[in-house]
């Protein structure tokens, strides 16, 4: 056999047939993509945190259970004695371990729909079958079919970021709630963008024995530390940490985040003004031709003048400003980009070729 040969023995057609996961180059842009922080360090603080690193001892292995993060996150994060936390190389990571504990059990995973993809992707990957289930045309959950699909689909785990990713929005509390307590599937509630909301669900894990709460540093500003939690009741926790892979947490992102989180004012500066400047692109965008949809993250669902979507984001593109495209992912994402918040002048740029390309199509 030649190589291909072998390759098309070994590699599941279903790979074969799918697409890494994609992300363009940006060098040199306006990144309004991706959800992370736009703001650095002061020079300062990056050449202590130069320091800090430089004291790693790399030939040793990490801290497996990463005590120093793990005390100055929960103290920051106010994360109550009774629950535990397991740590993930991202929150994908802790996505991944969730959905391979349901491999060959026949229990599917569910997330809304539209929502973040990696909760499919994964599903997909581990063969996990997976569910889709609806929001009404407010982007909420759906009660009766969330009830109904969880049901029918004999649900292991199902996903729901809280605010959700594409859309923004926060769901009402009150059909969480109903969803949750009429399951027996596990809820993981994903507060990915906990940093610009005042939503907070930390006390249902302790509240509701099916409920364990995912956060990231990804959105805060530490997206390049890869560092995501698992927050939940010791016995949940104690049962998917075995099947975390050892020292899944390196060094330098162990020693980065706790020097983070020693200057967390600035990370809570940093998102503060995220949230003001969340505030004032909101208004600044409805006065234009296009639709806001209200946001709790640090992102924005804008609906573009019919048809025009792609050509705009191209537009966009063009002179180097890079927004998410949504059109074409999903039927309730027609005509949408996904902008996310930068600082005001990268607003303010976004802002001035959103009139002139708004403006050509009228
Ligand atoms: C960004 C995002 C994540 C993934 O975060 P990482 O910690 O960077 O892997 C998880 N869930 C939602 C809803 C997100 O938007």
């Known amino acids: 056999m030649?190589?291909?040969?072998?390759?098309?023995?070994?590699?599941?057609?279903?790979?074969?047939?799918?697409?890494?996961?994609?992300?363009?180059?940006?060098?040199?842009?306006?990144?309004?993509?991706?959800?992370?922080?736009?703001?650095?360090?002061?020079?300062?603080?990056?050449?202590?945190?130069a320091n800090r690193l430089a004291a790693c001892e790399l030939n040793r292995y990490p801290d497996p259970s990463a005590r120093a993060v793990r005390t100055s996150i929960k103290s920051w994060m106010k994360i109550p004695n009774a629950l535990s936390v397991l740590f993930g190389n991202g929150s994908d990571e802790i996505i991944a371990l969730l959905i391979s504990s349901l491999i060959g059990s026949g229990r599917s995973v569910c997330a809304p729909d539209p929502s973040f993809v990696m909760f499919k992707v994964l599903a997909k990957q581990f063969r996990v079958p997976f569910h889709a289930l609806p929001l009404d045309e407010e982007m909420d959950l759906d009660t009766g079919q969330w009830i109904e699909g969880l049901n029918s689909n004999d649900a292991g785990i199902v996903f729901v970021p809280q605010p959700n990713n594409p859309t923004g929005n926060l769901f009402t509390d009150g059909r969480l709630r109903?969803?949750?307590?009429?399951?027996?599937?596990?809820?993981?509630?994903?507060?990915?963008?906990?940093?610009?909301?005042?939503?907070?669900?930390?006390?249902?894990a302790e509240k509701y024995p099916n409920v364990l709460i995912m956060r990231t540093l990804s959105k805060i500003g530490l997206a390049g530390s890869r560092f995501g939690l698992l927050i939940g009741a010791p016995e949940w926790i104690s049962e998917?940490?075995?099947?975390?892979?050892?020292?899944?947490?390196?060094?330098?992102?162990q020693a980065a985040v706790v020097f983070a989180l020693e200057?967390?004012?600035?990370?809570?500066?940093?998102?503060?003004?995220?949230?003001?400047e969340r505030q004032r692109l909101t208004l600044e965008l409805g006065h234009r031709n296009v639709k806001v949809w209200p946001s709790e993250a640090n992102f924005i669902l804008v609906e573009m003048p019919k048809g025009r979507a792609f050509e705009i984001f191209e537009g966009l593109k063009s002179v180097n400003i890079l927004v998410k495209c949504l059109d074409g992912v999903h039927p309730a994402l027609a005509d949408t980009l996904r902008i996310t918040v930068g600082i005001p002048c990268e607003s303010d740029a976004m802002l001035m070729v959103l009139d002139q390309l708004l403006d050509i199509g009228r």
């Open 178 to 204: 109903a969803v949750v307590e009429s399951t027996d599937a596990l809820v993981v509630i994903d507060e990915a963008y906990t940093a610009f909301t005042d939503a907070d669900y930390i006390d249902w």
């Open 2 to 49: 030649n190589r291909d040969q072998f390759i098309q023995r070994i590699i599941p057609q279903s790979i074969i047939e799918s697409a890494a996961y994609q992300v363009v180059d940006s060098t040199g842009m306006i990144k309004l993509d991706a959800m992370e922080n736009p703001y650095s360090w002061p020079d300062a603080l990056r050449s202590s945190l």
């Open 263 to 276: 200057h967390s004012e600035i990370l809570e500066e940093q998102s503060a003004a995220i949230r003001s």
């Open 240 to 253: 998917y940490d075995k099947l975390r892979l050892p020292y899944n947490i390196n060094t330098l992102s």
